[in-house]
Structures are given as structure tokens and as C-alpha cells.
């Protein structure tokens, strides 16, 4: 049953027993609570006589929650055998609604209603309809309904589509952004008209709503600056023309005018951020107004003004969020007083001004400056939306701003040794999820040198790093960061593990001999160097007096790989073994430096055995893993630093991976560069084609000119979008600058200019150059 119709059995002593599923969702009681119970019980008053006699008609019930429930309820005797009732089958229904139920809707909605007859003229309105026309129904019906609005296109637009419907009798939906009668300024509608028809299905009239959706409106428009403010503001790593884009993006759909101050350290001086809770000094890097030139501006650019503490932008630095004004309040008079007072020649210009908005600009928790957006031709005052907006866009400015002072500040000036070394964040890549900790030694000693690094490299794969200098202290930290550099040039010429290693080698051995030739004590280091492939889920790894690596396969079961570690660095004249592995995807590479494992009375192969079985446990992330293996296994005081770097592997399967044999004859490069442009359109990179088309172009014309069979095309769809050709020949490509009448040495500048990077790399059946074009994010 329906909430609509129950159904109740009672008895003949008025006691009920049976219960439907329809009266359990009408009044609440479930069977157990209503069977066995009186009827009377569930009465909320006694019934009307009549009502009795008849054995049906209105009564009221009490709900479960408490509240009367009235329903129209009909009894029916059930007879016994001597043809005397024993019982009562009852039946009650929810009463339907009355007529003038729809009038009070139709009056009492929110949005506007209005009916017009055929000849566009009122027939009926609602409240709501009223209070937008500014008049009371009586003063519209029966007139035209141009004769009631301005002559406007938004009105014109109206009447267009009040005549179609009249005219094709069917409904019409659309949104307009116009202002009404009532209304001080335009709002966005949304608005609906639909046919009436009369019995006989003829249309007499044309009903419309009109939904006033200026609040949904407005946040579409906001959340599109915001999405414009991320590929606007930040293009550059340069504080005043990351300061000018956000003014760029303000004016005129957000302000009519505004600015940017920043406090002077921000802009190269040495002294400390400024106390906000004094005077302080901004100096204006940007500003911007719908006047061209910027006539309203009080401050010149690049000159620098004392604002007082009472004033908006220093509240904002102070309270650390928006401060709003308007026109009348007492700050605002004396902000736009002072604005007039220092700038005279301005004043005309400000005429009007009725709300504006000071912003932080905070990255980072660090205070840079303020930026103010002001109001004059704008018809309405910042509102609470507004401050949450342009909040924000300032943090978004705030971090570009921050980022382009780091860039230009860490140019100059050297931080301190040990956390330049160190990577803070490790670069993005694919084709592994990583997490690393490091920990530095708590011995008199001081730090040690033990590195790690997670190199991306071409054809999205990744080269794992860690190592470990002897010794401890500023001479360690320092061998450290010259090592750190070499494996990173030679991870770009992409050397395999083995020789990486063997050069890193003669680096060392070069590095333990001072300028006499004489041997340097104690200067040797370890190091472990893989390099996975998410396209073969291939890992090739070396070791030079390393800890070989802990793998743990998806199925739960850890061991330690099976390697020669090889010689340490610096001691020259012996070879290092490489090893390949195949790894499934989602098995984790734990790379480690012997602090975590080696200790004064701790064997190591105890170590290395809870090392496996803390790998092993349950955890939320790779990042809650470190901190449990190095929870379970590090000494409690350890005596050497130790890192720790975790990697999980991802693959790159099948319908990410193009490849394609090309016969070296220059009648195929048109194929090669159609097959390119075919892959991309299944893989719908349309935008990148004409790009892609030029470098398979360039790329395989010079493997078919210059190089040597086989030649191989390949397209690999990663975080960038990677074109490799492949050949047999070993000769490595290099940029030359074309003379004005050369008929060729253009194509590499010509790939190097139209991709993110590029570069070439030695196989063992000869080279392959490779070219990166950057993808928008999925």
C-alpha cells in the first residue's frame, strides 16, 4: 500500500489486529507497536457521531511523532456466523487537496509567475511578479505588456518569445541578464514559458516563471576567474609582471580600479618583513583602472607611500584577511580623503567611488603586500562573496609572487649547505609514486653526507638515487652535493647503471687527490643507481659498496635483491655488475642507506630481516610506510644519518604506447607523420598534432638521411607527450646555426624551439633521440 490508502483490522471489541505496510508508513507505528493495541489509542480526538453511524468520514489520528494526522477513514463489518459483525476491515486515505490550494502556490511562490493571453497582455500575476514590476497586479492586467517595460533588447527578447509560444505552442527555456522595473540593477533569469490550453485543447494563454539566478550566476562567473587566474597570473617568474597580471585580471570585470603593493623586502632588500601593527611602508609594483593611463591612481609606479594604521590595507595585513569599505563609513571617507589629498590631479577621476577591498597577499605564511580593488562604475559594493574571491585569487597571486622572489633571491644568495643538497620536493614524474625520509645523525659528529634523488628521465622513465660519502661534517656535505651533481649529469646523458657508476668512480678518485697529487684520507662514498621503464616495467640497477634494495611484490612477500654490490667510489680499477629485474606494477623498491640497518652490537641480517617485515605491514600510503619502517627499524639513537626512499611502480600499458618500423626511404616520412596524427586523434591530442607532425617530420627524415637501419617510431602518452625515433646508427645529433642560404641544419633548433625539451640517448643497437611537448593535466 501507498502512505495514501492504510488498511487496519479490529476486532469486534475494538482491539486491532492486523497491521498493513500502508498504515505503517501513514502514521509511523510499525506492526509490533499497533497490533494488539486499542483502536481508540491511535485516535488524536473521538470521532464525530455521524461519522460513527456511518461508518466513515473525516477523523484525526495521532502519528507516532506525536502530531495529528486527519485522513478520511471507511469502515466494513466483517460478519461472523450468526451474521453479527466481528470485526472491522478500516481503510484510511490522506484527503485530497482543495482547490484553492493551487491559487495559494501560485500567490506564494518565490519566483515570478505571470500568465499573458494571446495577445501578450496580463492576465494574471503572482506576488513575486509584483514586486519585481514594482506595482500591484491590478495596475497590469489587461495591459500590453511593452507598454510596462522600457524599450530595451532584453524586452524586445521577451516579447519574441512570448509570441512563439503563442505561435508554435511549444515551451521555450532561456536565461537573460536584464534589470526590471523594481530592481536597481540586472540580474541573470532563467525563464520558462509554456502554453495553456482549455479542455477542448485549445491554447488560450502563456504561463511563465522567471527564477531569479543572479547567485548562481555570479559564482559560475567567479569560479571562471578563478580558473582564468590559474593560466593567467604566474607565467613568468618575475614579482611585477606576475604583480600587473593579477591587476590584468581584476580590471574591469572585478574592479574599476586596482593595485598592488608590496612591502619593500620583497623586492630584493636584505631587512626582515615589516610589523603590520605600525605605519608601514608599500611601495605600488602594479595598478590598473577602466580609465586608460590610470588617472585615479594616488601612488606612482614604483614609488613607495606611508600608510597609517587605521587604513584599509594595513588592516588587511594586519587582520590577515579582507577588509571591506564603503561609502559613508568613517575608514573609507578618510582612505579616500588621504587619496585625495596626495594626489589632487586625481580627484575627478574618483568620483563615484562607493566600496573597495584591501587583500593580503600571503605565501606561505609569510606576509608580501596588499592588493586593493576599488568600485565607481561598478553599480554594487563588495559583498561577503566578493572578499571570499578575492582571497582567493590573492593566495594564488601570493604563491606566483612568492615563487618569482625565491627564483630571483636563491640566484643570488647561497642558503645554507646541508638543505640545498637535500631535495625538498622531488620532481614530477610518472612512473613511480615516491616517498622518502631522511634523518640526520643526533652523534657529535655531526651530519653525515647520505643523499638520495629521484631523477625523471626521457621516455618517462625514472632514475633512483641514494647514496652515502664517509665521514661526517661540512667536508661530507659537501663531497655530497659535488656527487649529487654528477649523477644528475650524467643520469641526463643516460648512461646505463654500470656505467654511470664507473664514471662516478673516476670522479671520486679524482676528487680524493688535491692539487700535489697527494691522496686524500677517508674521501670514498657508496651509491645505488636503478632506472625503471614503465613501458617494460623493466628496473636495471648497479650498486658501487651499496645495501642492495628491498622489493615487495604486490602479493605481501618482501626480499632483498639479489646483486653483487660492487667497490665503493674512489677506489678505481675495478668493474660494477648491473642487474634487470621485471617488476609488476605496484611493487614497492625500498633504496636505503646503511644507517637504517648497521649499528654498534646490531646484526645486520636481524636488520635486514625486520626491514622486510616492516615493508610488508599494512599502511595508508607510501609516506605512513616510511614512518613505520623507520618506526620498526632504525636504532633508536643512531649513529649515522639515515635516508630512506620508497617506490612504487606504475606501468604504462598497450594504449598508451604507439610504435611503428619505418623503412629508411624519405617516401615514408609523409606515412610516419599521418600515423603520428591518426594516434593522436585516438588518443584525443588533436591541439598537439600540428606540432607532433613537425617534430615526427624533422626526427624521422634525419634517421632516414643520417642514420642507419632499423629505424622505429615512437609515440609514448605520459604527463608529457613523448616522440622517439630510434635508429642504428651511435652518432649523436647536436644544434647548429643555419646559414641564410643553406638548404638544411635547421631541423633540430627547429624541435628544440616547438617542444619542452629534447635530447638523445644510446642503445645497444645504436641511439635514439627524443622529444617532450607538455600535456594539460587530465
Not at 643520469?491 to 671520486?508: S, Y
Request: some cysteine; glycine content about 8%.
Amino acid at each position: 500500500m501507498e502512505q495514501a490508502c492504510a488498511t487496519a483490522v479490529v476486532d469486534a471489541r475494538g482491539i486491532v489486529r492486523g497491521w498493513s505496510e500502508g498504515a505503517r508508513a501513514l502514521t509511523g507505528y510499525p506492526a509490533e507497536e499497533a497490533v494488539g493495541r486499542p483502536a481508540a489509542a491511535l485516535l488524536a480526538e473521538p470521532p464525530a457521531a455521524a461519522v460513527l453511524a456511518a461508518l466513515a468520514g473525516p477523523v484525526v489520528l495521532r502519528h507516532r511523532a506525536g502530531s495529528p494526522l486527519p485522513v478520511h477513514l471507511r469502515a466494513c463489518a466483517v460478519l461472523g456466523a450468526d451474521g453479527a459483525p466481528d470485526g472491522y476491515v478500516l481503510t484510511a486515505e490522506t484527503p485530497a487537496p482543495g482547490p484553492d490550494l493551487a491559487a495559494r502556490a501560485f500567490e506564494q511562490a518565490s519566483m515570478s509567475l505571470s500568465v499573458f493571453d494571446t495577445s501578450q497582455r496580463y492576465l494574471r500575476l503572482n506576488d513575486a511578479a509584483c514586486r519585481v514590476m514594482g506595482v500591484p497586479e491590478d495596475v497590469l492586467l489587461g495591459r500590453y505588456f511593452p507598454e510596462s517595460v522600457e524599450d530595451a533588447e532584453h524586452s524586445r527578447g521577451f516579447l519574441r518569445n512570448l509570441r512563439q509560444v503563442v505561435e508554435t505552442g511549444r515551451p521555450v527555456r532561456y536565461d537573460s541578464w536584464a534589470g526590471a522595473p523594481a530592481m536597481n540593477r540586472e540580474h541573470a533569469w532563467s525563464i520558462e514559458m509554456w502554453p495553456l490550453r482549455d479542455p477542448s485543447g485549445e491554447l488560450t494563454a502563456v504561463a511563465l516563471a522567471a527564477f531569479d539566478s543572479t547567485e548562481q550566476y555570479l559564482a559560475r562567473q567567479r569560479l571562471a576567474l578563478l580558473n582564468e587566474a590559474a593560466t593567467r597570473i604566474g607565467t613568468t617568474l618575475d614579482v611585477v609582471r606576475t604583480a600587473e597580471e593579477l591587476v590584468e585580471l581584476l580590471v574591469p570585470r572585478y574592479a574599476d580600479f586596482a593595485s598592488v603593493d608590496l612591502l619593500p623586502w620583497v623586492l630584493g632588500a636584505d631587512e626582515p618583513p615589516q610589523d603590520p601593527d605600525s605605519e608601514i611602508v608599500l611601495r605600488r609594483v602594479a595598478h590598473g583602472s577602466v580609465t586608460e593611463g590610470a588617472p585615479d591612481a594616488a601612488v606612482p609606479l614604483g614609488q613607495a607611500d606611508v600608510y597609517p594604521v587605521s587604513s584599509p590595507p594595513v588592516r588587511a595585513l594586519r587582520e590577515g584577511r579582507a577588509v571591506r569599505g564603503q561609502a559613508g563609513e568613517p575608514d573609507f571617507v578618510r582612505w579616500v580623503e588621504d587619496r585625495n589629498a596626495r594626489s589632487p590631479e586625481g580627484r575627478s577621476y574618483r568620483e563615484g567611488v562607493h566600496s573597495m577591498m584591501a587583500v593580503p597577499l600571503r605565501a606561505r605564511g609569510t606576509t608580501l603586500g596588499v592588493a586593493v580593488a576599488v568600485r565607481m562604475a561598478h553599480p554594487d559594493d563588495y559583498a561577503e562573496d566578493d572578499a571570499v574571491l578575492a582571497e582567493e585569487l590573492a593566495s594564488r597571486a601570493a604563491v606566483c609572487i612568492d615563487n618569482a622572489r625565491r627564483f630571483a633571491r636563491e640566484r643570488s644568495t647561497a642558503l645554507a649547505l646541508q638543505h640545498t643538497l637535500l631535495p625538498r620536493g622531488l620532481p614530477g614524474q610518472a612512473a613511480v609514486e615516491v616517498a622518502h625520509r631522511y634523518r640526520p645523525s643526533g652523534s657529535l659528529a655531526g651530519i653525515g653526507g647520505d643523499w638520495f634523488d629521484v631523477i625523471p628521465l626521457s621516455g618517462s622513465r625514472v632514475a633512483l638515487v641514494v647514496g652515502d660519502v664517509v665521514g661526517h661534517g661540512i667536508a661530507s656535505s659537501a663531497t655530497m652535493g659535488r656527487l649529487c651533481t654528477a649523477v644528475r649529469t650524467l643520469a641526463d646523458v643516460d648512461l646505463p647503471p654500470d656505467e654511470l657508476l664507473t664514471h662516478l668512480d673516476d670522479l671520486v678518485t679524482h676528487l680524493a687527490t688535491d692539487d700535489t697529487g697527494d691522496e686524500v684520507a677517508e674521501l670514498g662514498a657508496t651509491c645505488l643507481y636503478a632506472v625503471y621503464d614503465p613501458v617494460s616495467r623493466r628496473i636495471a640497477m648497479a650498486a658501487a659498496g651499496h645495501p642492495p634494495p628491498a622489493l615487495v611484490l604486490p602479493d605481501g612477500s618482501a626480499s632483498i635483491v639479489p646483486m653483487t654490490a660492487g667497490p665503493p667510489l674512489g677506489v678505481g680499477g675495478l668493474p660494477f655488475e648491473a642487474v634487470e629485474l621485471e617488476l609488476p606494477e605496484g611493487a614497492i623498491v625500498a633504496l636505503y642507506t646503511d644507517g637504517l640497518i648497521e649499528d654498534r652490537d646490531r646484526d645486520v641480517d636481524h636488520a635486514t630481516a625486520e626491514l622486510c617485515g616492516a615493508l610488508t605491514a599494512s599502511a595508508e600510503s607510501l609516506d605512513a610506510l616510511c614512518d613505520s619502517v623507520l618506526k620498526a627499524v632504525m636504532p633508536e639513537e643512531p649513529s649515522d644519518d639515515v635516508a630512506l626512499l620508497l617506490a612504487r611502480t606504475r606501468a604504462l600499458g598497450g594504449d598508451r604506447v604507439a610504435t611503428w618500423d619505418i623503412e629508411p626511404d624519405p617516401a615514408h616520412v609523409a606515412g610516419a607523420r599521418q600515423a603520428a596524427t591518426d594516434q593522436l586523434a585516438a588518443w584525443g591530442l588533436e591541439e598537439e598534432a600540428f606540432v607532433t607532425e613537425l617534430v615526427v617530420s624533422e626526427l624521422v627524415t634525419n634517421a632516414i638521411r643520417y642514420g642507419q637501419p632499423p629505424i622505429q617510431l615512437r609515440l609514448i602518452r605520459d604527463r608529457a607527450l613523448i616522440c622517439e625515433v630510434s635508429d642504428g646508427s651511435s652518432t649523436s645529433p647536436h644544434l647548429r646555426r643555419a646559414h641564410a642560404y643553406d638548404e638544411g641544419g635547421r631541423g633540430l633548433l627547429l624541435v628544440a624551439q616547438l617542444t619542452q625539451r629534447w635530447g638523445s640517448r644510446q642503445t645497444g643497437g645504436g641511439k635514439t633521440i627524443w622529444a617532450e611537448q607538455p600535456l594539460p593535466p587530465d
